[in-house]
């Protein structure tokens, strides 16, 4: 199947290990980046994917679509041109010291990009599903405006659309994210987020402390109804972590389909490799599922599962297959060799 993803695949620059930034003298090279990332997992399992970007002519430019080749990702859609990739830097974190990410982002190729770098007919044709977050729209008034302009497209040819909310303060306030990312939800099929993005980017919040680690599903059925019937979401959809420490993490999911929920297992992460990914890995396992699965609790548990072994993968990809995936969501989570 054909999933196409809109977004910026930046450059990372991490210390190797939970070295911090002001001890080392080097960084480690890593790709990434929200719909990117979404863009590899549905490659690793055997979809058509299509990553829309743009990206300098230069070397780093090459660089960055050369990363998305090595792993299967089609970038035929990535328009070239612009003066430079995004950069982010990631500091891994440890027990109580959480993970710190600087930006380094600013009049990035695909934040200053134009409506007429892509033809987004020519792009969505043929496509099953496409796939934003709230990142690309956060990124600039013109990245916003090319989200809407591909939602446009998507609707016209009958594409399913995913949004992750994926709010980031960095990049944007929660006035500025509910006025862009309310009014796109028009397009949006299957909505994806944690509790704090339904609360900053659709001002919707849910009866629970996640912070003191109250994760009960119950909380969030009363949003996930309003939300759904404000915008007709077909799905709506939460991860619920919980964060003990930055190398302990418990982690499952909820989702609603307009009449049912259904509420994954719960895994515990210890210790996490690396947590940068682990949404979009999520995202990455929804998008399968609901488009290969019977039912919305098998993709939910493939989504979970998927995102659960994210987390042990350092670097942005999640870098599994569905057989791996499949083996942990059926109960093998032992880790024992296999040989």
């Known amino acids: ?8 695949i930046m450059l990372r620059l991490s210390p190797a290990g939970n070295y911090r930034f002001v001890q080392v003298d080097n960084f480690d090279v890593i790709w990434g980046g929200g719909e990117a990332n979404v863009a590899v997992s549905c490659a690793n399992y ?11 002519k230069h070397e780093i430019g090459q660089a960055a679509v050369n990363a998305l080749r090595r792993y299967g990702v089609h970038t035929d859609h990535i328009a070239r041109g ?12 440890a027990s109580m010291r959480p993970s710190k990410v600087i930006y380094d982002r600013a009049n990035s190729a695909i934040s200053e990009a134009d409506p007429e770098d892509f033809d987004f007919d020519a792009i969505m044709e043929g496509a099953d599903w496409f796939h934003w977050s709230g990142i690309t729209p956060a990124i600039s008034d013109k990245a916003a405006e090319l989200t809407r302009l591909a939602c446009e497209a ?11 909310l994926n709010f980031r303060k960095k990049l944007w ?16 099929d299957v909505c994806i987020g944690n509790e704090e993005d339904a609360e900053l980017c659709l001002g919707f919040k849910p009866d629970a402390d996640v912070e003191g680690g109250e994760t009960n599903a119950e909380g969030y059925k009363g949003i996930f109804k309003a939300m759904a019937k404000e915008f007709d979401f077909k799905y709506v959809i939460s991860t619920l972590r919980e964060s003990f420490s930055a190398t302990h993490n418990g982690w499952k999911a909820m989702i609603y389909n307009g009449s049912e929920f259904y509420e994954s297992k719960r895994y515990d992460i210890n210790p996490i490799i690396d947590r940068v990914g682990g949404g979009d890995s999520f995202s990455g396992g ?18 979970v599962a998927a995102s659960a072994l994210k987390h042990t993968v350092p670097g942005d990809f999640n870098l599994v297959s569905v057989e791996e995936v499949n083996s942990l969501a059926g109960g093998n989570a032992n880790g024992r060799v296999q040989r």
């Open 1 to 8: 199947m054909k999933v196409v993803t809109l977004g910026e």
């Open 46 to 56: 055997g979809h058509d994917a299509y990553f829309v970007s743009k990206l300098p």
């Open 82 to 93: 612009g003066d430079r990739v995004g950069i982010y830097y990631c500091e891994t974190g």
């Open 154 to 164: 998507a609707k016209r040819h009958g594409v399913t659309v995913s949004v992750d």
């Open 173 to 188: 306030t929660k006035e500025k994210a509910q006025s862009i990312m309310r009014p796109l939800m028009q397009y949006v």
């Open 286 to 303: 929804i998008i399968h599922g609901l488009m290969t699965m019977p039912n919305q609790a098998d993709a939910l548990e493939f989504a």
